[in-house]
C-alpha cells in the first residue's frame, strides 16, 4: 500500500484556471520525493493538498489509507521560513509538539534533548529564536517537526533563504537524517542538484495546467562530492 496516493487530482482556486490537471502520483513509504518545475506550476499546491490545508477540486488523496484531514497527526511540514515563537527558548519551541501531546515532563525533556543532539544545537538550547543565524533557526524547525515522529514530512523551499554554505551544511544533515530516520519525504526545490542530492526519486512538473512531465529514480550509488 503506499503511503501517499493522489488519483487523477485536478486543482482550482476559485473560479480561476486550473493549476493541477488529473495528477496521479503514488509515493510509497521511505521514499524522498522532490518536486521540481517552474514556478507557479503547483509544487507548494501538491503540498497544500498532501497536508489537508486545501481541498482538491477534482480526485482523491489518500495519506497512511486516510483523507488528509484524518491524517494530520502522521505529518510534519517544514516551511522556507523558520516559524518559531519568539518568546520562547529552542528548547521549548521543540518542545511545544509534545507539550501539545501532553508527553510527561521526563520523557519530554530527553526528547528534546536527543532532537537538539540529532540537529547539533545542543550548546543554544536557551537562546531565544532571534539569537540564532539563518541557518540555525532551520535546524530547530526541523528538530520541532521531528518531535512528534511524523511519518510524513513535508518540506518547501526549506532551505531557500539561506547563504549557500548552511544550505550545503542543511543537507549534508539531512542526507544523514534520511538515512536514519526512515522517513517519507516529499520535498520541494527549485534546485536540482539539490533534488538530486537527497532523493530517491524526482518528479519534474510542468504547467499550464501543472502535470507530471517526467519521473525518475535517483541511483543512490551516485557519487556526491
Ligand atoms: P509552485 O510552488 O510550483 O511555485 P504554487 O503551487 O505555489 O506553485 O502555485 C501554483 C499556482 O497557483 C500559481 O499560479 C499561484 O499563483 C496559484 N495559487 C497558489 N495559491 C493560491 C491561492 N491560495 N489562491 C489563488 N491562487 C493560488
Ligand atoms: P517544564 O517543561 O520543565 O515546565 P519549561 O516550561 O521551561 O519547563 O519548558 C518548556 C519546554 O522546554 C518543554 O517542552 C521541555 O521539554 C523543554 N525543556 C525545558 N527544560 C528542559 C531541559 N532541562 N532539558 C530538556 N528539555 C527541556
Excluded at 4 to 15: I, R
Aim: charged share 25%; hydrophobic share 40%.
Amino acid at each position: 500500500v503506499p503511503q501517499v496516493e493522489l488519483s487523477s487530482v485536478s486543482k482550482q482556486y476559485g473560479n480561476g484556471r486550473a493549476i493541477l490537471d488529473s495528477l496521479t502520483l503514488s509515493i510509497a513509504k521511505g521514499e524522498f520525493v522532490s518536486l521540481v518545475g517552474p514556478s507557479g506550476c503547483g509544487k507548494s499546491t501538491i503540498l497544500k493538498l498532501v497536508s489537508g490545508l486545501s481541498p482538491t477540486t477534482a480526485g482523491e488523496i489518500h495519506v497512511d489509507g486516510m483523507s488528509p484531514e484524518n491524517a494530520r497527526e502522521t505529518m510534519s511540514f517544514i516551511f522556507q521560513e523558520a516559524t518559531l515563537l519568539p518568546w520562547r527558548t529552542v528548547r521549548q519551541n521543540v518542545g511545544l509538539g509534545l507539550e501539545l501531546e501532553r508527553v510527561p515532563r521526563e520523557r519530554r525533556h530527553a526528547k528534546v534533548n536527543s532532537l537538539l543532539d540529532l540537529v547539533g544545537l545542543s550548546h543554544v538550547g536557551e537562546a531565544y529564536p532571534r539569537e540564532l543565524s539563518g541557518g540555525m533557526k532551520m535546524r530547530v524547525s526541523i528538530a520541532r517537526a521531528l518531535a512528534t515522529g511524523p511519518r510524513l514530512l513535508l518540506m518547501d523551499e526549506p532551505f531557500a533563504a539561506l547563504d549557500e554554505i548552511s544550505r550545503d551544511r542543511l543537507n549534508e544533515e539531512l542526507l544523514r537524517l534520511r538515512e536514519e530516520q526512515k522517513w517519507t519525504v516529499i520535498f520541494v526545490t527549485h534546485s536540482v542538484a539539490e533534488a538530486v542530492f537527497l532523493s530517491t526519486r524526482i518528479v519534474v512538473l510542468a504547467s499550464d495546467p501543472g502535470r507530471i512531465h517526467a519521473d525518475v529514480a535517483v541511483d543512490l550509488a551516485y557519487p556526491r562530492t
